[in-house]
């Protein structure tokens, strides 16, 4: 009896760390290239589940509140305070690994992703994530000349940029030279857009008020540079006059059907439409930034190729509702590289709130599958839009309340202060970033204005007296 | 009557009107070359006087709190957290004018400062202060390999690599090179070499403990390496016992009597010292810091040179007790840049606290001087130090406390945590550093450990796999 007992119970124990084994074999493997909004949901939403086992892979070792980023490259905000390591995010979830590292190659027949350093991770399912980098619509040759805004380096570039023309401004006297360094062209009314060139009218009128002794910061002139016929082109019509005057209240001149044509060191010549007729013009200035067309990343294109699918011009892959590529149902595309369609034939918005839902989904319908179900389509919820456009202002279009929904000024700021606090991740960063809001509020400073990097002095053509 | 009070009035106003004017002329021009704590408090205490007019010439556009320095580089801070835009510091001083600019000459006999971009600013006193940097004792070569603590590119770059190593380590499969990853050596047992090795510690045995998969950063060897025979040379004795039981405690291998005489990129090779013999060792890894021994500042050497004064081996420069260059009454040194003999021939020392009584006393000497009257000699009133070592503990020497000022652990701690809150510039920094370190504390974690900068992915020798 007891020696039955025994044997019976050490069978059961055999079968137990058979089925640890087992199940540790079976797991479905989904390796995730990109940390971003899509990507790092997804891992959260499956990271919970035992059946699966998860492999999240980024070049960068955090992920990024890249709404904020505009906010970093204005001095108002630190890099720390939008940005959380992934490994943070995720320690949690023991089914879930973190790679840093770049993937550089998809072998679909493997099905594995091949890393720079010579390592592969194999799949069972792989999103693929990588979102967009902002482009030049071909003349690359414009990108040093004028910085775009998607990374970290590129805010604290272009943050130096800025502070820099204001210290050239103040030290040289010949008056061209410094009407040139007083004047920022923002190129693109997109929302990144009019959130630089808002933060860059309130710089000149607010935060530098009385920093300086030979130069008045009101004095500079913000430009921001529009090839459609208005800024917020995605808003309804009502909201972009709104913004546009909100914008000139600031002190910002917005040019619409204003098309750059070419840009240099020391300026930027631009097409302007007017009635059956162009003409063009220059305009004179040493720091432009760039808010207009972004690309896929190339990531993104070499997956495309090696699936065998053709993507749109920006790179973008086209995908099925159910977010799958094509022919390829073990390969999910997410965020701002896929193209999926919406309703009517409407692509989804390249937004965070829709690459949260994608990751979301992606997730779910992994689970489903590894069940047995079959996934529903994936369905984009609208629920709306904001921008903030400087201190108590900006437009907010919530689609589900309609017209009702369509606001301007502080009511849309509040909005706009509310969602992204919320979705910021981190709590410590969620205070620190409160606090520095506050501050910024009353005192109508910016604490983070700091020239970082080797500070390159611009030579001055003829230097003021300061003696 | 009316006529002659109407004309009397007159001349009152001219008379005002040229007193302005002259003022204007009359007043005494201080230049301060740096903007450390010696430049910016010295600037803060003239910058109320109608008398005087203040130029500071700075190469960064920020006050930098450097004691806080380490934990950017560890991960605990930002940048902006500790830093704050010069300019914003002095704006309400309207006699205080700041310039952005590298001080490259001194021309003693025209009173004037020449800056890189041609521009020359004269004065009536200059004050320089433009600090130390950190040096190899001749072996430049060492720096790329071991990186320093003095600006914030050290710290984000530092905190790059401590970062880097892990994550190399994960990837590594090969068990000797993923242990030359986990091995950090910090060079050096002064009180930044301290809180270096203590963050490193916390870093490995808390803050990633649960961060990894493939590695258990608990496993990481954490050595303090210095060539004298005790941590913290400069405390009481019994306090550099104490700092490196607490050290050990973190699990820091603390290798007193260790000389370090070569360093390459896989290690260091050091002497030990032992009882009349000396020993040689290897130490084997890929991360290496640095915090011993500093050198003055380039321009200083300009200046010594410029003035005929001959510096000591670490080119500080001599000064006489009004803290003046010995024949040029109308420079002064403060700082780090200066040895200005305290009490019974010793050196005031280069700390914080030291540099801000220097130049809240230059000040006050200009002011006297220019009211005619001879300034005191500058007293150092030595209050004491305190370092960190890690969660709840330090060491602290309060001098005019006697033996009861000797304090370690809890208590050490906490005078820190006060002592650095208080001197941190900018009331919104204090609050974010407030918050980020109750956070810190209650969760055991560090926010803002992200990799900047190209992530430059170093070789992983045999990659683990992955699947």
Redo the contacts between chains.
Sequence with gaps: MVGQALAAAETRIRLQTNSVEDEKQSRH?VVIVGGGFAGLYAARELGKDAAIEV?LVD????HLFQPLLYQVATGA?????I???L??IL??NCNT??????AVALEPAAR?VV?????????DTLIVATGARHAYFGRDEWAPLAPGLKT??DATEIRRRI??AY?AA??EADPARRAEWMTFVVVGAGPTGVELAGALGEIARDT?R????SIRPADARVLLVEALDRVLPTYPEKLSQSARRQLERLGVTVRTSTKVTAIDDSGIDVAVRGEGSERSERISTRTILWAAGVQASSFGGRVAEALGVTTNRAGRVPVDSDLTVDGHPEVMILGDLAVAIWSGGKPVPGVAPAAIQEGIYAAKAIRRRVRGEAPQPFRYRDRGDVAVIGRLSGVADIRWLGRLGQRSGFIAWGMWLGVHIVYLI????R??VI??WA??FLTH?R?????????H?P??KQ?????
């Design positions: 493997r492999t070049r960068r070792n955090y905000l630190s890099p720390g305070d940005a959380q390591p490994r943070a320690r949690r690994r973190v790679v840093l590292g770049e594995r890393l720079s350093d010579g390592g592969t991770v194999e799949y970290i380096e502070l820099i210290e103040e030290r530098l009385r920093d300086f002794r981190g709590f410590a960063n205070l620190v606090i520095r501050w910024s400073g604490g983070t204005r700091l020239i970082t990097g080797e500070p002095l030579p001055i230097p003021n007296r300061l003696d």
